[in-house]
């Protein structure tokens, strides 16, 4: 059966997003649509001195874990208040990595280099840079600014995230919608 451009029209407004069993599916399926809507790593005033909550789907991770990214390439990681102290700094070509530097127990130095994914108000996507793993198992670290996620679990803060791209992009597709009626109508009016 075809579809007419109004079926494909409610289709492009639908929310609905297919359930997976991990964030990582989620994740994957959602970054390669939004990443034209991410800010750059430059664009600083979108991640400086303001708490990030870590998203995360890994069991038994019950901590509240918050990241902060502040002015002179200080890194503060605390969980359940507990802090930690170390250094990120973006590494240099425009190539929106960014190195995050941190003392573990034991003086030993651990260095993590991410791909920034997807940035702007609401959420921090980092991927680690390999085929590696962040953690005990997800290969990106997912933030998400504290004020709009708290209270939320892990599926309902990808859910906010595709929601809140989908409408932006659900906008889009309205204008243009409206803009190819607009010249057919004109088209019309001129020719008539």
């Not at 993590?112 to 840079?129: A, G, S, T, V």
């Not at 889009?172 to 803009?179: F, M």
């Amino acid at each position: 059966m075809e579809k007419h451009a109004l079926d494909e029209l409610d289709e492009a407004f639908a929310d609905r997003l297919p359930e997976f069993p991990e964030l990582r599916d989620y994740l994957e399926l959602i970054l390669p649509e939004i990443r034209h809507y991410s800010e750059d790593l430059n664009e600083e005033e979108f991640y400086l001195e303001q708490p990030w909550k870590e998203i995360t789907d890994e069991e038994g991770i019950f901590q509240s874990i918050l990241h902060f990214f502040n002015k002179e390439s200080e890194y503060l990681k605390s969980v359940d208040g507990n802090v930690s102290r170390g250094t990120w700094r973006i590494m240099p070509g425009g190539t929106n990595k960014i190195l995050i530097e941190m003392q573990e127990p034991g003086g030993f130095l651990k260095s993590e280099l991410f791909d920034l994914r997807y940035l702007d108000e609401e959420f921090f996507i980092l991927q680690k840079n390999s085929e590696g793993i962040h953690g005990a198992g997800s290969k990106f670290l997912m933030l998400g600014a504290e004020q709009t996620i708290q209270g939320l679990n892990w599926k309902e803060a990808a859910t906010l995230l595709y929601t809140n791209t989908r409408v932006d992009s659900s906008a889009y597709i309205y204008l243009v919608y409206l803009v190819v009626i607009l010249i057919i109508a004109i088209l019309i009016f001129s020719l008539s």
